[in-house]
């Protein structure tokens, strides 16, 4: 498989570098950063050998390689990045983003969830938004998990995790060391995310189960350290923002069906924990996964199911089916 990698933060050099492990092969890797232009991609990946493909602003780099799948790593909201998506379809490349809200576009963009995906069949190519959360945690893990349910009532899912553990950009992005205030008002402000997804999860959850939801409702808040707080070497001052709390809630005429909860900090304890409520009850419970190489991997191993399914934009909810009552 020839591949491309759009974006090389984090995230995107992690993909690439498991995809090559995986026996893939990089022919294009694009990234808007100035100071990642011209060089070579095991560079910037860090490994140590030269790959032999340089850098490039240029999305056009797509149109003379044609790449069998582009993986795509650049951002959180559908509206910016569709451009990017849509070269990349033009291309006849089938598409894996980590875009979180792509995970399930019908949500917050059903415009451009159903333009993509007119055009991704005329094109005759697949588009996957999927992740560690949204695409796998809080969403296909439980939903798969209730095929040994011979009735499901209700699903709830929590994740904690040690924001030390992750990526600058993820500590970032949920207020790490912030001002409460000041954190507060640039999540109002849209400047930061804190976490994205938890409607999506939600509507995964209700798509692959069955379980129907009629309205969903996100939030989230900033947790300010009580004390000193110190984990692999990131200390957060008392009084500053430590991580966020955030839920979605999936309700079926006002009774709670779906429930995902996401705690993210430093020092917080790493697991996720998924109770399925019904007959027979479940509850299950892990000692964390890590988010960054864990998205990597999710990312990395839907790309053989993405290259052989059928045209057009599709989410989690089209590769994990079998069981009861998942349809
Ligand atoms: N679904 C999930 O589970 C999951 C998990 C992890 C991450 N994510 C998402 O995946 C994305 C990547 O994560 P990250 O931490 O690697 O983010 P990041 O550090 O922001 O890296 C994104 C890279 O893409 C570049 N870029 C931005 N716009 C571009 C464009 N139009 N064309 C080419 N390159 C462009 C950025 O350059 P500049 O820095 O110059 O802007 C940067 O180098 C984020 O949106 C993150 O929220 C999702």
Same mark, same amino acid.
């Given at each position: 498989?020839?591949?491309?990698?759009?974006?090389?933060?984090?995230?995107?050099?992690?993909? %690439?570098?498991?995809?090559?492990?995986?026996?893939?092969?990089?022919?294009?890797?694009?990234?808007?950063?100035?100071?990642?232009? =011209?060089?070579?991609?095991?560079?910037?990946?860090?490994?140590? $050998?030269?790959? &032999?493909?340089?850098?490039?602003?240029?999305?056009?780099?797509?149109?003379?390689?044609?790449?069998?799948?582009?993986?795509? +790593?650049?951002?959180?909201?559908?509206?910016?990045?569709?451009?990017?998506?849509?070269? #990349?379809?033009? #291309?006849?490349?089938?598409?894996? #983003?980590?875009?979180?809200?792509?995970? !399930?576009?019908?949500?917050?963009?059903? @415009?451009? +969830? %159903?333009?993509?995906?007119?055009?991704?069949?005329?094109?005759?190519?697949?588009?996957? &938004?999927?992740?560690?959360?949204? =695409?796998?945690?809080?969403? #296909? *893990?439980? +939903?798969?998990?209730?095929?040994?349910?011979?009735?499901? $009532?209700?699903? $709830?899912?929590?994740?904690?995790?040690?924001? %030390?553990?992750?990526?600058?950009?993820?500590?970032?992005?949920?207020?790490?060391?912030?001002?409460?205030?000041?954190?507060?008002? +640039?999540?109002?402000?849209?400047?930061?995310?804190?976490?994205? &997804?938890?409607?999506?999860?939600?509507?995964?959850?209700?798509?692959?189960?069955?379980?129907?939801?009629?309205?969903? @409702? @996100?939030?989230? @808040?900033?947790?300010?350290?009580? $004390?000193?707080?110190?984990?692999?070497?990131?200390?957060?001052?008392? &009084?500053?923002?430590?991580?966020?709390?955030?839920?979605?809630?999936?309700?079926?005429?006002?009774?709670?069906?779906?429930?995902?909860?996401?705690?993210?900090?430093?020092? !917080?304890?790493?697991?996720?924990?998924?109770?399925?409520?019904?007959?027979?009850?479940?509850?299950?419970? %892990?000692?964390?996964?890590?988010?960054?190489?864990?998205?990597?991997?999710?990312?990395?191993?839907?790309?053989?199911?993405?290259?052989?399914?059928?045209?057009?934009?599709?989410?989690?909810?089209? *590769?994990?089916?079998?069981?009861?009552?998942?349809?």
């Amino acid at each position: 498989m020839r591949f491309a990698i759009y974006g090389l933060g984090p995230i995107g050099s992690l993909i %690439s570098k498991v995809a090559i492990a995986r026996g893939y092969e990089p022919v294009a890797a694009i990234d808007i950063d100035p100071s990642k232009k =011209g060089r070579d991609l095991g560079e910037i990946i860090g490994i140590s $050998e030269k790959l &032999g493909v340089e850098v490039t602003g240029d999305y056009r780099v797509l149109y003379e390689v044609k790449p069998d799948l582009v993986f795509h +790593a650049t951002g959180t909201w559908l509206s910016d990045v569709y451009p990017q998506i849509v070269h #990349s379809i033009d #291309s006849g490349a089938d598409v894996v #983003s980590t875009c979180e809200t792509l995970s !399930f576009p019908y949500y917050r963009y059903p @415009e451009l +969830a %159903s333009l993509l995906d007119e055009y991704a069949k005329t094109r005759g190519v697949t588009v996957l &938004g999927t992740g560690i959360n949204p =695409g796998f945690l809080l969403d #296909s *893990l439980p +939903a798969f998990m209730s095929t040994s349910m011979a009735l499901l $009532e209700k699903v $709830e899912a929590v994740r904690s995790l040690d924001a %030390s553990l992750r990526r600058l950009p993820f500590q970032k992005k949920i207020g790490v060391n912030m001002e409460p205030g000041e954190f507060e008002e +640039a999540l109002r402000e849209g400047r930061l995310t804190g976490h994205v &997804g938890f409607a999506e999860s939600v509507l995964l959850i209700s798509t692959i189960t069955g379980l129907d939801v009629d309205r969903v @409702e @996100e939030g989230q @808040e900033a947790v300010i350290a009580s $004390e000193q707080v110190t984990s692999n070497g990131v200390t957060v001052e008392k &009084g500053k923002v430590v991580g966020v709390r955030g839920y979605g809630v999936g309700f079926a005429e006002d009774k709670e069906v779906i429930r995902v909860e996401m705690r993210a900090g430093i020092g !917080f304890a790493n697991y996720e924990e998924i109770r399925l409520h019904g007959e027979p009850e479940i509850t299950w419970r %892990s000692t964390g996964t890590h988010g960054d190489l864990g998205t990597a991997a999710v990312i990395v191993n839907m790309a053989p199911r993405v290259l052989d399914h059928q045209p057009g934009l599709i989410t989690m909810a089209d *590769l994990v089916k079998g069981g009861y009552h998942i349809v």
